[in-house]
């Protein structure tokens, strides 16, 4: 496998040589220097170009960067649209592993980039100082976020009325209806409430990455391994399990940020409870 600084070489040289891109720069986990190296990382690198046409009407020009076992671009694809408007991108695996989110803008969006950047952004050639002010990449944008008291009885509220459709899954028998609900709707309030725990304990500044990726390193073991057992899905009383296991686990971290924030615990989780108890003790009994 070609290593980080071949391949960065590989596409700052490119541009350096290439007329049409004007500004190239670096976006991602390989900006955050909290994020731990390894050989799965994205490149994720855009160029700013002044002829967006004369790239896309052929690929030959992506033959430079190495041998590609696989190529995706969203943007030329009728079943996933795109949400990048004039923006064209390319992800491509090359055969020696590495894998490279290509994305081409317009050189005149170049403000518009930044206005909108994650933070996580930075500059590897800028032929004519189209940056100005260019700041430290950070993923500050990611750190957990405080949650008002609106928003902590708005993920409650949630969280236990979309309970009430698992259940009403599984008491159908309609186990793919209640998987959806469970994985779409009530484990991600879950784990924003225990990421709200979380920070309300250990401050909020800092991220738990991606898909919380990070947020075992937070935990108890014992809520990490509940959280683990959510996931298993495969079966009603497993299923059953999950949710019940959710639920122990909101109530839990959602109590203690009440507690830590001085804010209020609604009682429907009781009411909720009840409910769900007598619809699976009635299939049960």
């Keep these: 496998m070609r290593t980080e600084q071949e391949m960065m070489n590989l596409f700052v040289d490119f541009a350096a040589n290439e007329e049409r891109i004007r500004l190239v720069t670096l976006e991602g986990s390989r900006t955050n220097p909290n994020i731990p190296r390894d050989s799965f990382q994205d490149f994720d690198i855009s160029y700013f170009v002044t002829d967006m046409d004369s790239f896309k009407g052929h690929d030959d020009w992506l033959n430079g960067f190495g041998s590609r076992i696989m190529m995706q671009k969203p943007e030329d694809m009728e079943l996933f649209p795109s949400e990048l408007g004039n923006w ?89 209806f209640a998987i959806d609900h469970l994985n779409e709707i009530v484990r991600p309030n879950l784990l924003r409430m225990m990421s709200w725990r979380i920070g309300s304990e250990q401050g909020y500044d800092f991220s738990l990455g991606k898909n919380h990726k990070f947020m075992d390193r937070h935990l108890p073991k014992e809520d990490w391994e509940a959280l683990l057992s959510t996931y298993a899905e495969n079966g009603f009383q497993n299923m059953w399990q999950s949710l019940f296991a959710c639920c122990e686990l909101f109530r839990k971290h959602s109590k203690a940020v009440a507690e830590h924030l001085g804010y209020t615990y609604p009682d429907y989780d009781e009411a909720i409870t009840r409910y769900t108890l007598r619809i699976y003790d009635s299939l049960n009994s």
């Design 88 to 176: 064209f991108s390319y992800i491509i695996i090359f055969e020696d592993g590495n894998k490279l989110d290509l994305t081409l803008i317009p050189v005149s969006e170049t403000e518009d980039y930044f206005a909108q950047s994650d933070g996580l952004v930075e500059v590897l050639l800028d032929k004519d100082s189209l940056v100005k002010n260019e700041g430290i990449a950070s993923d500050r944008e990611y750190w957990i976020q405080k949650p008002t008291a609106r928003k902590f009885d708005d993920c409650c509220n949630e969280f236990w009325m979309t309970s009430t459709y698992v259940v009403k899954g599984l008491a159908r028998k309609e186990i793919l």
